[in-house]
């Protein structure tokens, strides 16, 4: 029997065009769809417009509404490609991860770097490949797709502008290689046979990520505490906090967190991840209630995961819990 998939259209430059002051997107699924007739041959396809819209205007609202689109369908498909622009896809992608979990059935993300309406668009390939990986029977939860790698939807990240392999799985392995119309797994995709479809609908903006440089004045953090209820705090290294100076944060820190706010502190550097035992200027964060050690994740994963819990709960203890609990690959403790 046929597989059945639902493509969720969102816009980006899959769907630009240009216009008088750039590329828009203006193109329609069914276009978009029209342009790749290819996948009529994998399986039987429906298409629904979501939005229409530039990714870089991505917003936590609409992935609650994409993730509601998706389970207002769940049980009528064996799976779902969402074509999404680059710029906020990894975002969106660990977002989803947090709001549809333990899904038996992929959710795939996809777009393309050119316009599917430019002579040399990447568009073509990557629907292909996100419809292919979607059918098979070994594919789950959710997963981007994007020039011949299937990444889990936390490890992703936009390493670059302009090139056609735009994405990389960060400290952790792609899911699978795809190479024409063969797919070859990497890692074997956990099992959710035992595990119950679970699903939200709610999520919080009141999050800020917060980058230090030298000389960045602590108060700083004092301004947050109207708008945000956590802050993902980006440090130098594997966990370099600034301490002993005009500009330590540590007071700021403190401070912060017996406000009963949350502190999620990460490193600025991509690979490899945090160890706040390693070096003094770090050891005195660690085991401090509020202060959240985000290991090897991904800042996209961090900000989604933190907006995901503070939608559920505002207690300091179940925020630990919950965010130290490793959903879809999304930390290296597992």
Known sequence: ???????????????????????????????????VPEVNDLCDIDIKQVMN????????????????????????YDGFVILHGTDTMAYSAAALSYLIQNSKKPIVLTGSQKPISSSFTDAK??????????????????????QGKAISGTRVIKQRTRSYNAFESMN????????DRRIFR???SRSVEENKLTTYDSISNRVAVLKLIPGLNPHILESFKEDFDAVVLETF???GIPSGTAHSFENAIMDWVKSGRTIIVTTQVPEEGLDLSLYEVGTK??????????????????????????????????????????????????
């Open 237 to 239: 290294g594997v966990g």
């Open 172 to 179: 952790f392995p792609v899911i699978a290689n795809i190479i």
């Open 53 to 76: 819209i530039d990714s870089t205007n991505m917003v936590p609202d609409n992935w609650i509404t994409i993730a509601k689109q998706v389970l207002a369908y769940y049980d009528a």
């Open 1 to 35: 029997m046929r597989k059945k998939i639902l493509i969720l259209a969102t816009g980006g430059t899959v769907a630009s065009m240009e216009g008088e002051s750039g590329l828009t997107p203006k193109l329609s699924g069914d276009l978009i769809l029209e342009m």
């Open 285 to 334: 964060y660690a085991n401090v209630e509020g202060i959240l050690e985000a290991g090897d994740m991904t800042t996209e994963a961090i900000v989604a995961k933190i907006m995901w819990i503070l939608g559920q709960t505002t207690d300091q203890k179940r925020i630990k819990e919950m965010f130290y609990t490793v959903i879809n690959y999304d930390r290296g403790d597992f």
């Open 186 to 188: 990497q890692a074997i």
């Open 125 to 146: 390939l990557n629907i292909y490949q996100s419809v292919l990986y979607a059918i098979d029977k070994n594919s789950c939860n959710v997963t981007l797709v994007f």
